[in-house]
């Protein structure tokens, strides 16, 4: 069952080529990965981010964006056609939870082959000083899996290939398209959202990719508080990664809203969207959290956990997520690409409160997206 869901991705890579050609390269996938490096890079203690650009500069330098999104454009690469079972993990139908042992594998059944697996493994050979690993490749991997692990339908049912095999129509900005609810967490809220708040298709506007993402990211950051990264940061036991933990989120959030109030074929409609991007915003927020976290514990041996926040004194209530305290952490560094035009100054929050939703004009589902030949 594993070996579909890597089909799927291939799918959503299909989609990319016959779409490059508008009037920036909108990827797939790409842009939730960027949007978490631009979160985590001012998380990054000094010394971290120093050892980042030291391995980045081998073959990248100095471009940030690359740590996050260099796995998702690399792993359809002859050389890396093994990788794709490591952006996933797949769990048992309507299991709605994880378990490592049993979901943790190969398109073969190998052990530690899946998502949970590699991030241990690249963690494993950064922390190892006579590892002989291409230890640039190691830290593009562990950054680009640690956001995937975040995104709930890569911790989906291997029935159902993560969500990639339920067919659904997106109403929004995709017109009644057909797409898989697979895609829908993966990038189709991500490009709504540029769409309706972040200028995105604007026809009087010359947009830049880079532009959109880094003025999302600055709305987002400005709504990621020191609690927060408190929280999510540490790991279980003082391990440097913890994986496991992030795909049971996942898992469970894919049980709670992806997968809920979907059938086959159904339409998805406003109420959808709105509901569901605070949760894929948060998704964002903690893979950017534990990204850096991670590599702060990896590469800064003086670096020190922020203290956790006071417990709660109720169990965490889920839907939608609880607001956050306004105290937003230090602005962005703005020498950081990818948004160099980007001033950081605090940003009013109001874009990604979406408006009441417009009146819904039903759109016969008969439009097919693109499918790789
Ligand atoms: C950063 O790297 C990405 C991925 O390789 C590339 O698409 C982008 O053009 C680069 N940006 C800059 C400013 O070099
Ligand atoms: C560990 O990393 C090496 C080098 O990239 C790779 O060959 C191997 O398949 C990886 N194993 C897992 C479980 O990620
Ligand atoms: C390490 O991996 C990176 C990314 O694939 C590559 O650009 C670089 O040349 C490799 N370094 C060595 C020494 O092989
Ligand atoms: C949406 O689809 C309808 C029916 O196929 C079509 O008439 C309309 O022009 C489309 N609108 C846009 C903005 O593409
Ligand atoms: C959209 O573009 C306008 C015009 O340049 C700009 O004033 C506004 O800040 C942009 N909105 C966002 C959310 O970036
Ligand atoms: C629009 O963007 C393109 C690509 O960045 C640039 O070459 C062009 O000069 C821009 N046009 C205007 C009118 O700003
Ligand atoms: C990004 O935000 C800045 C500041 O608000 C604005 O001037 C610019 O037009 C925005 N860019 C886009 C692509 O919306
Ligand atoms: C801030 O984040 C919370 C949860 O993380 C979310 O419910 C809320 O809508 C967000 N607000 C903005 C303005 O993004």
Known sequence: MAAAAAGGAALVYGVLFLTIS????????????????????????????????????????????????????????????????????????????????RDCLGMFGQPDMCASGAIKNYTQQLITPADTHNKTEAMLFLANILGDIHQPLRAGFSGDEGGDTIRVYWLNTMNGSSTSLFEVWDSVIIHETEERYFNKSTPTFNETLVDILGNMSLVIYSNLSTDDVAAWGPCPGAAVSCPDLYAAESIELACKWAYADVTPSQILLDDYYMSRLPIVEQRLKQAAVRIAATLNRIFDPNYVEAPAPPAPSAPPVTPPVAPVPPAPVSPPDPTVPPSPPVVPVPVTPAPVTPPPPPPVIPVPPVVEAPTTP
């Open 22 to 101: 508008s009037s920036f390269a909108s990827a797939w996938n790409y842009d939730g990965h960027a949007i978490t490096c631009n979160l985590a890079r001012p998380l990054l203690t000094a010394t971290a981010a120093a050892k980042v650009d030291s391995l980045l500069n081998s073959e990248f330098p100095h471009n940030f964006s690359t740590l996050c999104t260099w796995g998702e454009e690399f792993q359809f690469l002859p050389q890396y056609s093994w990788s794709p079972p490591l952006h996933y993990v797949n769990t048992p139908d309507q299991a709605c939870s994880y378990d490592y042992t």
